[in-house]
């Protein structure tokens, strides 16, 4: 049962499709209750609209039973969520402490004159939005740039800089620890939940994921038990 | 407490024993330690603390230091008191005894204030606000903030979030009251807090406001101003106020309001606290609408009609023309509206009696039957069997013709509270699942009407868990369907359900036991009773009274028009209210003499040939009996001498009338002496005539056969234009848009497939006997082959201007 | 002896193809089903207890012990969530996990849910890791057409359903309570706690939230035993752990290790602070712990160790900073952080970051005077301990563990008339051996 007063009770409202619609109600019964669904309702939002529109918060309140208000209350908590449009690739320099002290603020300021955007802008040609991000979870990285929520690790101004001419030239952009770049609309169906084919691409970790277990492998450290073994409990545990 | 010699045993009386500040306190478990302190007279400050919303624990202000929870350990930090169920043996020390608690609040307080604007001078919270109070009283006299050039959030000042809404949001704490009470209470959530971290703030959405009937609320409970009405923004300042208690006079609750006034104009009306009623909740309605009283229609003096024009006439004058009219008028009656009080109404009753000699009395002033008249006596009169409070205990709450959230809006918040609570299942017999039975997770049992004894009937099927635990609710508007009242008489006495009445009016039910009917006197005293007959014709001091059972309101319309009757004395009846407004306006030309009293110019008082103004509630004392028969008594907001009651004007015309032999003085002038006579009479202690739902009437034409032919389903929205939310610009911007239901497959069969509209609705045609109105069309879950249209909300309504509920009506599409 | 690393979740990441089932299987993937199906539910809560595994999200608490407080005669669903919204600055070892090997974390997945007797699990991943997500999701497509998930698994009569979910970015999501709101399609804003997530948690129903590494540690105490667990680390913080180093470190990166290991021991691994250069100031575990120095060298990187240390082990994020950095600028990008993420709902964190912020951007100017430091702790003293959740307390820990170790550089500030550092030498790309 909607809640919208406006007594729009049972019309759907046009502007998302048909396919679109269907697909955001496919998502909310993926979920025990309904309304877990809107966060990956509104990612969907975002790969068709190229931001949270009024449009897509009202077909989440239809689908859900919620109020607008409420949805758009959910819709502008969450940072991924945005309400002006965004460029075919989002970059993000991460400027959290780390990366910032390791080059991510010097990074961050050559692109914004690159681009001549400030933060949380779209280049003129509509390509790039830039944003400065916090904390991506791959400090062993830095400093770290995401494009499209992809890592391009230990950047440096000049490869940030070669980045974005390249995606704005429309050449093909390799995450370094992952797939092709797609656009931002394509990963943002990826997120709501409608998986792409790129799963298999780029390698399983980067070198420093890899750092300690080099280590261990050259000096023949082990945890004194693989994962075949069943009786092996304890082969260690003499020490405390 | 016990009264036997030996010593009291020790008995789990459910109390928990702690410390606060030094004090021991003994409070009921579960007791929240913010409340169990005001048990020793200890004010923790608070904001987003509430007793009737649920604990949040968000603004930390009511922090108190713990240093045993009673578990011999203490908490290492500071707790927040509105969230802490008090502990057997915890020690609890507050500001006013810890210096970790006092600073802990001052540190929040001052948190709390570098982001507020400090605009009190120009604040409409000013002088009742809470931040203002404590921050007085647990906060820092200098702002470490300002002297050390803090930069404050700025947003754009007051944006409108409702007609009647306004936000200032640099003003908001972010207690989240407001967004608690739409959720929780009014089951509304149009606001909720958006955006995060210091940006946070409440929003509505950019196409949805918060057009809730229970918004003011939300205003009254924010602990600082951040949320005005625009009915109320820089009108006044609080010590400038007078506050009187009241009962709100627009439907049957009885909810207490706290009336706010400055030199004889109410400035504001406020939800009074009464835990049996109303909780601290009221309707917008209740809350705004109060400026009818002030409009510039008002009727400040008598008038007499002379050579077919009114003028003015001394109240002397007036009672005398009134009572030789009335005299040379022949047989004469008595119609009223439902806004009297119970005094007002006893007076009216006595009045037909005693001066005119006639039980050709109804306060029914709308669509009414004869099997009505039978269930008053038989069921309502008198009885008292359910209360608010019963319906939080009911496992299920039956709903037959009754839609509370627009007809009896302080009950649909008790009745929201208890389904919420997951206790209790509301069933409603209905044309469709409402707003407001979709907030209270009710079930539908859909009905078209005329219908209703059928499904009524099938209620007592075990699956619609009707027990005897169980309460049926039965609305005013049930009586409109033949047999449909004895239907629900049946399911209560086979089930053993307890039964209500729960009319429109504020007055309707005080109506009833004063005996403003044609078949019952006051106290509940049946008519045909002869035993009640003359003992109240020897309280009366009156030697007979009138024994034939009078004519109803339909009746009474009737025989104006047929001349059977030639005089009429109309108490505050609106004619589009009427079951057949044109009817009733054809009755008012036939009367031979017509006495009306009124608050306002009204189409009676245009063709009335004494018009006599009468009080509004702010200007008398009175009582309103509630639907589940609690007497609501208030005093007069305001000593107005020239501002008369009904019972004052008619006991001036019944003067006038004994003395030229008609009746006698009815004995009072009084609202007091009313009451007094009321409360010495006493209710009647015989038996109650039992339930006769008489002869069917004429059936209503068959519906044609063919796909247009729609039955005819409506109520009134709470806000809508009825004349008592005159002048409320405001309240009625915030009104439900007028739209016209219809089932998904009678959509279709009227218009076509059913596809989206973008950027528009469908627009239907709604033709009846009376007349037509085109509205647009949305799909409800209703039964096929019926209309709901809402009986107020456009033009001068259904009944003056569509067609009479239940009947036939017709549907095409239209074009704007 | 405990070898020096202990290779155990990060033992496939060099695997070929080590996120796909095949490899993952090939490697005795998924054998801890079998063995844990074998044994009740309440004997793997019994075995995880006994390992003495601790959580792995930064709290410590005993999971074994969490998964014990599901009441069993609730008849509501059972649900058990992974929290893969790794947020905390400086924590970087469940995204590479997850990249890597998705399915330690599947299989883990499904033996703790049996222990619990859920039926559906959740994966709440944060939205901002694509890949990871991409990773996730073809990891449980691929279990659920292995038999795996689903119905009946291994037919052991146990079913289970996992669902994949992104997140959207916010860092509070990563508080169990503010991650249910976001699961349950609400603003993130933690809940009131009792009831705790364990009566009452996803959709009122009784619920375990687990960290990512927490979980994927089941699947090997489960093969290997408990006592094999238990073997490794210290008396009270069993077990290994995922050692993240980043910053002005030679080799940074994951180095898995038992717990008790020094940052003095890791700093070796990882071939010394980078070259030329000391290290200054480092956290223990991501920005919400208070600051170490190089005095901690030797404190053992366990529970008990570091929060006897003045600070918390917390998720092991050991982000190291060299001489170069200016540690006011480094707190106040903190500061902004936790201003940024702060969920709004109660005053003192919402307030009170907003204010620190403007103060510690002020210091950093070399505005103020000392008497801002003084205040600064103050308004800390009104935080900590008074929000509504550690969100904010962790905002006052570089702060107030900063003006402890380095208040002279607050007032070189002052003095200096701005910050006397060069950002450029702190850089990675700055040349080597560039001075401070």
């Known amino acids: 049962m909607s809640h919208q007063p406006n007594g729009a009770d049972g019309l759907e409202r046009a502007g998302l499709g048909e396919k679109t619609w269907a697909e955001m109600r496919e998502i909310a019964d993926r979920y025990p209750e309904k309304r877990s669904g809107l966060l990956p309702m509104l990612h969907l939002v975002q790969s068709v609209e190229g931001r949270i529109t009024p449009e897509g918060i009202e077909a989440c309140a239809e689908i859900l039973g919620i109020s607008a208000a409420e949805v758009n209350g959910v819709a502008t908590f969450y940072t991924m969520y945005k309400r002006k449009p965004v460029g075919d690739y989002h970059v993000g320099v991460c400027t959290n402490t780390l990366c910032a002290v390791m080059g991510g603020d010097l990074i961050f300021e050559r692109l914004k004159d690159h681009l001549d955007v400030g933060n949380d802008e779209t280049t003129e040609d509509g390509k790039i939005t830039l944003e400065h991000v916090e904390c991506n979870a791959a400090c062993d990285y830095a400093p770290v740039m995401m494009v499209n929520w992809e890592f391009m690790d230990n950047q440096t101004p000049e490869s940030a800089v070669q980045v974005v001419d390249d995606l704005r030239a429309g050449r093909e952009v390799h995450s370094t620890r992952g797939p092709r770049l797609c656009t931002w609309r394509e990963a943002e169906r990826v997120l709501a939940g409608f998986p792409d084919d790129r799963a298999d691409e780029g390698p399983a970790a980067g070198p420093a994921s890899l750092a300690g277990l080099a280590v261990a492998r050259e000096k023949g450290w082990t945890a004194g038990a693989d994962r075949s073994a069943t009786e092996s409990s304890g082969a260690k545990g003499e020490s405390k | ?816 | ?436």
């Not at chain 2, 004494?610 to 009080?615: E, F, I, Q, R, S």
């Not at chain 2, 107020?792 to 009506?809: I, K, N």
């Not at chain 3, 901002?128 to 052991?156: M, P, T, W």
């Not at chain 3, 706690?193 to 105490?221: D, K, M, W």
Request: glycine residues 10%.
């Open chain 2, 1 to 816: 407490m016990s009264t036997t010699d030996k010593a009291p045993e020790k008995v789990d009386t459910g109390l928990v024993t702690l410390t606060i500040d030094g004090v021991q306190v003994s409070v009921p478990k579960d007791t929240l330690v913010i409340r169990a302190a005001e048990q020793v007279g200890v004010q923790i400050p608070r904001f987003c603390d509430h007793p009737l919303l649920d604990p949040v624990g968000a603004c930390r202000q009511c922090l108190v230091d713990i240093p045993d929870a009673g578990n011999g350990r203490g908490f290492p930090k500071p707790q927040a008191s509105c969230t802490l169920p008090v502990a057997e043996g915890m020690v609890v020390n507050t500001q006013a005894t810890s210096e970790v608690a006092d600073k802990a609040q001052q540190g929040i307080m001052e948190f709390l204030l570098i982001n507020h604007p400090l605009d009190c001078p120009v604040c409409d919270k000013g002088g009742e606000c809470p931040l203002q109070n404590q921050a007085m009283s647990n906060g820092r006299g200098e702002s470490r903030f300002a002297e050390r050039g803090g930069i404050k959030r700025t947003f754009p000042k007051p944006i409108n979030i409702s007609a009647q809404v306004l936000l200032d949001r640099e003003r908001c704490v972010l207690c989240a009251r407001c967004t608690r009470f739409s959720e929780q209470v009014a089951g509304d959530p149009f606001i909720a807090l958006a955006e995060r971290g210091a940006l946070q703030q409440v929003a509505i959405y950019e196409r949805e406001p918060y057009e809730s009937y229970f918004s003011g609320n939300a205003i009254q409970i924010c602990p600082v101003g951040a949320l005005t009405s625009a009915d109320y923004r820089f009108r006044s300042r609080p010590f400038d106020l007078v506050s009187t208690p009241g009962v709100a006079e627009h439907d049957a609750c009885g909810a207490a309001i706290r009336v706010d006034h400055r030199r004889g104009k109410v400035m504001r009306r406020l939800a009074g606290n009464d835990p049996e009623v109303n909780e601290e909740w009221i309707s917008d309605k209740d809350r705004f609408a109060f400026r009818y009283a002030q409009v510039a229609d008002r009727i400040t003096y008598p008038q007499v009609r002379e050579d077919g024009e009114l003028r003015p006439a001394s109240w002397t004058e007036a009672f005398a023309v009134a009572a030789r009219g009335l005299r040379d008028a022949g047989a004469a009656a008595v119609l009223t509206g439902g806004r009297l009080t119970a005094e007002d109404a006893y007076a009216y009753a006595k009045f037909a009696r005693v001066s005119l000699g006639t039980n050709d009395i109804d306060f029914r002033a709308r669509p009414h039957t004869a099997e009505e008249a039978s269930f008053l006596a038989s069921h309502v009169a008198l009885s008292g069997d359910v209360t608010y409070a019963d319906l939080e205990a009911a496992p299920v709450v039956v709903l037959l013709g009754l839609e509370p959230e627009d007809e009896a809006a302080t009950l649909f918040l008790r009745l929201r509270k208890a389904a919420q609570r997951g206790r209790t299942q509301v069933v409603s017999v209905a044309s469709h699942a409402s707003r407001g039975l979709t907030k209270m997770n009710g079930r539908l049992v859909p009905a078209a009407p005329g219908t209703e004894v059928e499904v009524i009937g099938s209620l007592k099927d075990a699956e619609h868990g009707v027990t005897k635990d169980a309460v049926i609710l039965v609305g005013e508007r049930l009586a409109q369907t033949h047999g449909a009242l004895s239907a629900a008489a049946d399911l209560a006495a086979g089930t053993g359900a307890r039964i209500a009445w729960v009319p429109r009016r504020a007055g309707d039910r005080g109506a009833v036991e004063a005996g403003a009917l044609p078949n019952l006197l006051p106290g509940g005293r049946p008519l045909t009773e002869a035993s009640a007959r003359v003992d109240l014709g020897a309280a009366w001091g009156a030697d007979t009274l009138p024994a034939k059972v009078g004519r109803d309101g339909n009746a009474i319309v009737a025989a104006l028009a047929k001349g059977d009757l030639g005089g009429l004395v109309v108490g505050g009846v609106d004619p589009d209210d009427t079951a057949d407004p044109a009817a009733f306006r054809a009755a008012l030309d036939a009367a031979r003499f017509v006495v009306s009293l009124e608050l306002r110019e009204t189409d009676v008082t245009r063709v009335a040939d004494v018009v006599l103004p009468v009080a509004p509630v702010a200007d008398k004392a009175g009582t309103f009996v509630t639907w589940d028969g609690r007497a609501r008594s208030f005093d007069a907001v305001f000593a107005n001498p020239a501002s008369l009651p009904d019972l004052r004007v008619l006991s001036g015309i019944a003067d006038e009338l004994a003395a030229i032999g008609h009746g006698r003085p009815l004995g009072f002038r009084t609202v007091a002496e009313v009451r007094d006579e009321m409360q010495s009479l006493g209710p009647w202690d015989g038996a109650r005539p039992a339930l006769d739902a008489g002869k069917a009437p004429k059936p209503v034409k068959a519906p044609r056969k063919g796909e247009t032919a729609f039955a005819l389903a409506t109520w009134k929205q709470l806000v809508d234009l009825g004349s008592m939310q005159d002048g409320e610009e405001h309240l009625r911007a915030t009104a439900r848009r007028p739209v016209a239901r219809v089932s998904r497959a009678s959509y279709e069969s009227v218009l076509g497939m059913l596809e989206a509209q973008p950027g528009g609705d469908q627009l239907v045609t709604v033709t009846g006997d009376r007349g037509s109105v085109t509205l647009p069309v949305v799909v409800a879950d209703m039964p096929d082959g019926v209309v709901w249209v809402p009986a107020r909300s456009f033009g001068r309504g259904v009944l003056a201007e569509l067609a009479s509920p239940g009947s036939t009506v017709t549907l095409k599409g239209a074009t704007s």
């Open chain 3, 1 to 436: 002896m405990t070898d020096t690393l202990t290779p155990v979740l990060t033992d496939n990441w060099d695997a070929d193809r080590a996120w796909t089932l095949a490899s993952y299987e090939e490697r005795g993937g998924y054998a801890a089903l079998d063995k844990a199906f074998a044994m009740t539910p309440d004997a793997v809560i019994d075995t995880v207890k006994d390992s003495g595994l601790r959580g792995r999200g930064g709290a410590g608490f005993p999971t074994g012990m969490k998964w014990g407080f599901i009441p069993q005669d609730n008849p509501r669903p059972k649900y058990l969530v992974v929290n893969a919204d790794e947020s905390e600055p400086g924590t970087c070892k469940d995204i590479p996990l997850m990249m890597a090997s998705p399915h330690t974390l599947v299989e883990g997945v499904i033996v703790s849910s049996y222990a619990i007797r859920a039926n559906t699990a959740f994966i709440y991943v944060r939205g901002e890791v694509l890949h990871v997500i991409r990773r996730l999701q073809r990891a449980v497509q691929e279990a659920y057409l292995a038999g795996h998930l689903g119905k009946n698994i291994h037919g052991s009569g146990y079913d289970l359903d996992l669902i994949v979910h992104a997140g959207a970015g916010a860092y509070i999501c990563g508080e169990e309570t503010a991650l249910l709101e976001g699961l349950e399609g609400r603003r993130g804003q933690p809940r009131l706690r009792p009831p705790f997530p364990a009566v009452a948690g996803l959709y009122a129903s009784p619920t375990v939230i687990n960290n990512v590494e927490s979980i994927a540690s089941v699947p090997s105490i489960i093969t290997n035993g408990a006592a094999w667990f238990a073997g490794m680390g210290t008396e009270k913080s069993n077990g290994f752990g995922i050692f993240s180093l980043s910053g002005h470190v030679t080799n940074p990166g994951q180095y898995e290790a038992p717990l008790g290991i020094t940052l003095r021991e890791l700093i070796d691994l990882a071939g010394g602070m980078r070259e030329g250069h000391e290290l200054k100031f480092w956290t223990p575990g991501g920005s919400s712990t208070p600051l170490l120095t190089p005095e901690h060298l030797d404190v053992p990187l366990d529970f008990e160790s570091v929060g006897a240390a003045g600070s918390m082990l917390g998720t092991r994020a050991l982000q190291l900073f060299d001489e170069t950095t200016c540690v006011v600028r480094a707190v106040l990008r903190w500061t902004e952080f936790y201003k940024h993420e702060s969920c709004g709902k109660c005053t003192p964190c919402r307030e009170g970051t907003w204010w620190l912020t403007q103060t510690m951007a002020r210091l950093e100017k070399g505005q103020g005077d000392e008497g801002d430091l003084d205040l600064l702790l103050d308004q800390c003293d009104n935080i900590l301990g008074r929000s509504f959740c550690a969100l904010g307390d962790g905002a006052t820990s570089p702060i107030s563990s900063s003006i402890q170790h380095f208040r002279d550089e607050y007032l070189a500030h002052l003095t200096h008339g701005g910050c006397p550092f060069d950002p450029a030498a702190s850089t990675a790309f700055a040349p080597v051996g560039a001075p401070a």
